[in-house]
C-alpha cells in the first residue's frame, strides 16, 4: 500500500509518514495483580482451595492446562481472600455481594496503575486528556468504574467519558473503535482507554455439572491494559504507534447462546460453546477481506500482512492460521500473549499490540517489514471486531 502522509515521524528511528486525521495509538500501558500462578501449579492450588478430590476433575484439568499452551497467568485470587472469603470456595452461595465488593476495588487499582504507565510513556501532562473510554466485564456499580478510575487519576471532571461494559474479549478492539471514531470527530482530543478484569467475579469450585468452567480455569487471567489514542500527533513529543485506518463490528445471528453469561447470585456463570472456534474460522476470511477491501488488500496479502489477533485460546489461533493459510510467525505475538499472560479478555489485545512492536523493533534490516495489518477481537454475540491498521514501529 502507498502512504499518504504529510507529517514524517522521526522518533526513536522510525520513520512513517502519518496521515492527517487518523486516529493513532500513542502509548501502551499494562498492569497486573501481585499474585502470579505457574500453569504447572494451578491444579493442585485450584483443587486444595475448593477442597475438591475428584480424580476425573482433577485429571480432566490437568489435561486442559496443558492443551491451553498458557505457561503463567496473574489472578486477583489469593489464599488471603479465600480465607476472608471462604464462601467463595463453597458451591450454592449467594457470594455476589463479595464479589463485587472485591472485584470494583481490584479492577478500579489495576486500571489506574496501568493507566499511570500509559500516561508516563505518552509524555505528555494528564491534563491533557480530554476524553475516557473505559472497559470491564468484571464489575458492576452505580456510578460505574469510569468514574472511579478518572477519580483514582485525578483526571479533570471535563473528562468526557464512555464505558464498555461486558463485552467480554472483544472489548479491548470495540474500545478502540470507539476511541478512533471520538479521536477523529474531535480535532486535537487525546483518549485514554483502559481496560480491567479479574476472574473473582465467576470463581467457583470444580463441578462435574460445569465442565465448562474447568476450561476457564485453565485458560483465563486478570490484569489491566490501557492506551492513548489521537489524531494529528505532535511529532516533537508523541510517538504515534499504530495508525487506525478502518474499524467495523459484525454479530453473526442466532449464535448469542455461542458465548453465554449470565450475573448471578453466586456470581457470573460462563458457559462457552464448544462451537465457537468453527463459527470463528467459518466467518472470519470473509469478515478479513470486508476490512481489507477499505484500503485495497486481498487474501494475496494475508502473508505481507501483520496479524494482531485476541488470543481467545489455541484453537481459535490454530483455526485462523489454518483457513487463511498464515505462516506461523504471523501469530507470534497472539501466542505470546496467551503463554505468559492467558486470555485476560479485553486486556489482551494489549498484550498483543505490545508484543507486535517488540518483535517489530527486532527485526533484521533484511527481514521482510509487515506495515499493513488487522487487529481482531471476538466476543458475545458472536461479535466480531476488527480495525486495518498500519505499524508505524517497522
Request: some cysteine; aromatic content about 6%.
Amino acid at each position: 500500500m502507498k502512504n499518504m502522509g504529510s507529517e514524517e515521524e522521526t522518533q526513536q528511528g522510525f520513520s512513517k509518514m502519518v496521515n492527517p486525521g487518523k486516529a493513532t495509538i500513542l502509548a501502551l500501558g499494562k498492569a497486573f495483580p501481585h499474585q502470579l500462578v505457574m500453569q504447572e501449579f494451578l491444579v493442585d492450588g485450584y483443587f486444595k482451595n475448593t477442597n475438591c478430590d475428584d480424580p476425573d476433575l482433577r485429571k480432566k484439568l490437568t489435561r486442559l492446562c496443558k492443551t491451553t499452551t498458557v505457561k503463567t497467568r496473574y489472578v486477583v485470587m489469593s489464599e488471603e481472600i479465600l480465607k476472608e472469603y471462604p464462601e467463595l470456595a463453597i458451591e450454592g452461595l449467594p457470594t455476589v455481594k463479595q464479589r463485587l465488593d472485591i472485584c470494583n476495588d481490584a479492577v478500579t487499582e489495576m486500571a489506574v496503575e496501568a493507566s499511570r504507565v500509559c500516561i508516563e510513556k505518552w509524555g505528555r501532562p494528564i491534563s491533557e486528556l480530554t476524553h475516557l473510554v473505559y472497559v470491564s466485564s468484571s464489575e458492576v456499580r452505580l456510578p460505574g468504574g469510569d468514574l472511579y478510575l478518572a477519580k483514582g487519576l485525578g483526571l479533570s471532571p471535563e473528562i468526557q467519558r464512555v464505558m464498555l461494559y461486558f463485552m467480554g474479549c472483544s472489548g479491548g478492539a470495540a474500545g478502540l473503535r470507539v476511541a478512533k471514531d471520538i479521536a477523529e470527530n474531535n480535532p486535537g482530543s487525546r483518549i485514554l482507554l483502559a481496560t480491567s478484569e479479574t476472574t473473582i467475579i465467576g470463581f467457583k469450585p470444580p463441578s462435574a455439572d460445569r465442565p465448562y468452567d474447568l476450561v476457564g480455569a485453565a485458560l483465563f487471567g486478570d490484569g489491566a491494559g490501557a492506551m492513548i489514542i489521537g489524531s494529528d500527533p505532535d511529532l516533537s513529543i508523541e510517538t504515534p504507534l499504530f495508525e487506525l485506518h478502518t474499524a467495523i463490528q459484525n454479530f453473526l445471528p442466532d449464535t448469542e447462546k455461542t458465548i453465554d453469561g449470565k450475573l448471578t447470585e453466586e456470581g457470573i456463570s460462563f458457559k462457552l460453546s464448544r462451537e465457537l472456534p468453527q463459527i470463528i474460522e467459518d466467518n472470519v476470511e470473509s469478515f478479513c477481506e470486508k476490512l481489507m477491501g477499505t484500503v485495497g488488500l486481498t487474501d494475496k496479502d494475508y502473508n505481507k500482512m501483520f496479524w494482531a489477533v485476541h488470543p481467545g485460546g489455541p484453537a481459535i489461533l490454530n483455526r485462523i492460521e489454518k483457513r487463511l493459510d498464515l505462516c506461523p510467525q504471523k501469530l507470534t505475538a497472539s501466542r505470546r500473549a496467551l503463554m505468559d499472560y492467558g486470555n485476560a479478555s479485553s486486556n489482551t489485545i494489549v498484550y498483543v499490540l505490545e508484543y507486535m512492536i517488540e518483535e517489530s523493533l527486532k527485526k533484521e534490516e533484511n527481514q521482510e517489514e509487515s506495515e499493513w495489518g488487522l487487529i481482531l477481537a471476538f466476543g458475545p454475540g458472536v461479535t466480531l471486531e476488527g480495525i486495518v491498521a498500519r505499524n508505524l514501529t517497522v
